[in-house]
């Protein structure tokens, strides 16, 4: 629940004029969307998850090369890392989404006008949910069919379907995002 302000000083008319942008776009009578609050409320939960695997990869890594000076490495630490790279990479992605952190060319539809600008927009946004969404799908299935071959790391010798499955949320979240994205483009018309 982020809220941006900026405030603008026009120099030819000394009047102070204050912006505020907020994240959660009220509606009515200043009652926040439950849609939105449920959609930034699971990114940023998702966001901290990411950073924990992020903070957590890192001092595995440097463990590993501190101990291999004097011991064997730890067993698994490839293993360890992927898993921890694939849960920081997807469950960023709606975050990502939310607060603009994606790359956006706009250097034609900046020339298109408002509506067009909106429906492209739109197109792109209705895309991008249908591809995550049959992406997260697969996943799914993908950690349900690990599940019952029975399939286990090649190091440590552990299930992990469970993170396969866990990765799906986060292009979940990333749908979730997109659409209140795609709400948020045609509410501005108002």
Known sequence: MATE???????ENPKITAHIDSTDAPQGAGKPNIFFRITDSLNQGLAFIAGLSLICMMLLVVFNSIKRLFSDPIAGTVELVSWLGAMTAVFSLGY???HKGHVFIDLLIVKFPSGLQKLTHSMVNVISILFFAMAGWQITLYGMGLKQSGVVSETMQVAFYPLVILCSIGFFS???????ET???WREAR
Do not use: P, R
């Not at 302000?5 to 120099?11: E, G, R």
């Not at 990333?174 to 209140?180: D, M, N, Q, R, T």
């Open 5 to 11: 302000q900026s405030i603008q000083l026009d120099t």
């Open 96 to 98: 990502a989404q939310l």
């Open 174 to 180: 990333l749908v979730l995002a997109l659409i209140k």
């Open 183 to 185: 709400i948020e483009v």
